[in-house]
């Protein structure tokens, strides 16, 4: 990849015109942002040998198999870190009948784990808001990496889909870099990182409920469990520790493994097959929150809760959990939330959650520029 002078907004405008498939990020704590073009389209494909698709971008669904998007030409260009208030506290106007439902639907979740249906189950809500006449995506996409330095940062359009995604997720769920090592992620836990007055708080001043502790507790149980499916026992464990992402802050975990040492090349893929999808967007067991999920929820969550990112470029690959994301359809945006149900959870509580996610990405989208 080299750095050139192409004009990205002008790629994004001919690829509905021309039936290309695209992808555009920032890697989290870096400044450097890619542009991947697929003229063929993106195809459908399997996940189950990532090290045979060769160079490009992967994008899974919640549910179903992903689409793969092949680097036919790759551009690369810094930053230009628009400045953006990092305080701003966005009123989100409350959709009283909206509220009632998904309220209703936690309700009737945590009945379902007292009765032993499942320990905890994620569900999501959607929030559709009209874009503003002057919407700029790859202003947006400015915004956001300027915003969320610690995020991935990407967007991506499929000719399969006729719509855009946009999302600034703090999730890794698999990823090995180019010395061998592999890295997933436990999240889970929500709060706000924002005080009354809107100032950005210091991850020692969090406080942690029950309830939060043991929504992440649920995650890392998750991946433990994975590894021993494939008898995996050297691994390196850190956390949980309170991280700041965005304007929210998360308990998190990271588990480090050398595939060199292990002899162990195909582990990603392995991984990817028995996290996706994980606790942490989908409950514990995992096949009765999905069916309760499939059930319950009455939009289609389509990309959002799958996962996105670049494969097998410079030997690395790092895919990310689509999270704090939009769909942008006909003027239209479409922000997805959601949250982890236990039997200790709050309906009102779990609203205001899936409120703030929202603001992680409207606060952004609706900026001045």
Same mark, same amino acid.
């Given at each position: 990849?080299?750095?050139?002078?192409?004009?990205?907004? =002008?790629?994004?405008?001919?690829?509905?015109?021309?039936?290309?498939? %695209?992808?555009?990020?920032? /890697?989290?704590?870096?400044?450097?942002? &890619?542009? *991947?073009?697929?003229?063929?389209?993106?195809?459908?494909?399997?996940?189950?040998?990532? =090290?045979?698709?060769?160079?490009?971008? /992967?994008?899974?669904?919640?549910?179903?198999?992903?689409?793969?998007?092949?680097?036919? #030409? *790759?551009?690369?260009?810094? #930053?230009?870190?628009?400045?953006?208030?990092?305080? $701003?506290?966005?009123?989100?106007?409350?959709?009283?009948?909206?509220?009632?439902?998904?309220?209703?639907? &936690?309700?009737?979740?945590?009945?379902?784990?007292?009765?032993?249906? +499942?320990?905890?189950?994620? %569900?999501?809500?959607?929030?559709?808001?009209?874009?503003?006449?002057?919407?700029?995506?790859?202003? @947006?996409?400015?915004?956001?990496?300027?915003?969320?330095?610690? #995020?991935?940062?990407?967007?991506?359009?499929?000719?399969?889909?006729?719509?855009?995604?946009?999302? @600034?997720?703090?999730?890794?769920?698999?990823?090995?870099?180019?010395?061998?090592? +592999?890295?997933?992620?436990?999240? @889970?836990?929500?709060?706000?990182?924002?005080?009354?007055?809107?100032?950005?708080? #210091?991850?020692?001043? @969090?406080?942690?409920?029950?309830?939060?502790? =043991?929504?992440?507790?649920?995650?890392?149980?998750?991946?433990?469990?994975?590894?021993?499916?494939?008898?995996?026992?050297?691994?390196?464990?850190?956390?949980?520790? $309170?991280?700041?992402?965005?304007?929210?802050?998360?308990?998190?975990? =990271?588990?480090?493994?050398?595939?060199?040492?292990?002899?162990?090349?195909?582990?990603?893929?392995?991984?990817?097959?028995?996290?996706?999808?994980?606790?942490?967007?989908?409950?514990?067991?995992?096949?009765?929150?999905?069916?309760?999920?499939?059930? $319950?929820?009455?939009?289609?969550?389509?990309?959002?809760?799958?996962?996105?990112?670049?494969?097998?470029?410079?030997?690395?690959?790092?895919?990310?959990?689509?999270?704090?994301?939009?769909?942008?359809?006909?003027?239209?945006?479409?922000?997805?939330?959601?949250?982890?149900?236990?039997?200790?959870?709050?309906?009102?509580?779990?609203?205001?959650?899936?409120?703030?996610?929202?603001? $992680?990405?409207?606060?952004?989208?609706?900026?001045? /520029?």
């Amino acid at each position: 990849m080299s750095e050139v002078n192409t004009d990205w907004k =002008e790629i994004w405008k001919q690829a509905p015109l021309q039936g290309t498939a %695209l992808a555009m990020w920032r /890697l989290p704590n870096q400044s450097q942002q &890619v542009l *991947l073009q697929d003229t063929g389209g993106g195809i459908r494909t399997e996940a189950d040998q990532l =090290e045979q698709l060769g160079p490009g971008f /992967l994008v899974g669904p919640f549910v179903g198999q992903p689409y793969f998007l092949k680097a036919s #030409a *790759l551009f690369v260009k810094s #930053a230009a870190n628009p400045a953006i208030n990092q305080t $701003t506290v966005l009123q989100i106007p409350e959709d009283v009948t909206l509220k009632n439902q998904f309220k209703e639907q &936690v309700s009737q979740s945590i009945e379902q784990i007292k009765i032993g249906q +499942f320990q905890k189950v994620v %569900l999501s809500r959607i929030d559709v808001q009209t874009l503003e006449s002057d919407f700029d995506l790859c202003d @947006a996409f400015e915004r956001l990496c300027s915003s969320y330095p610690t #995020a991935f940062v990407s967007a991506i359009y499929l000719p399969d889909l006729q719509n855009i995604w946009l999302c @600034a997720t703090p999730e890794t769920l698999v990823s090995q870099d180019s010395d061998g090592i +592999f890295r997933t992620i436990s999240l @889970a836990g929500t709060q706000s990182g924002l005080d009354s007055n809107g100032h950005v708080l #210091a991850p020692s001043e @969090a406080r942690w409920s029950q309830k939060e502790i =043991e929504e992440q507790a649920y995650v890392s149980r998750y991946i433990i469990d994975c590894f021993k499916k494939i008898r995996l026992r050297e691994y390196i464990e850190n956390g949980p520790k $309170t991280v700041l992402a965005g304007n929210l802050m998360h308990l998190k975990t =990271e588990y480090l493994v050398s595939t060199r040492e292990l002899t162990y090349p195909h582990l990603i893929t392995q991984m990817l097959g028995l996290l996706h999808p994980t606790s942490a967007v989908c409950g514990t067991p995992k096949e009765a929150a999905l069916d309760w999920i499939l059930q $319950t929820e009455k939009h289609d969550r389509s990309l959002y809760s799958g996962y996105l990112g670049p494969i097998n470029l410079d030997s690395e690959t790092h895919l990310f959990v689509n999270l704090r994301t939009v769909q942008i359809s006909h003027g239209k945006a479409t922000y997805f939330a959601g949250c982890g149900i236990t039997e200790d959870s709050d309906p009102e509580k779990e609203w205001q959650e899936t409120q703030m996610k929202c603001q $992680t990405l409207q606060r952004v989208i609706n900026a001045s /520029l």
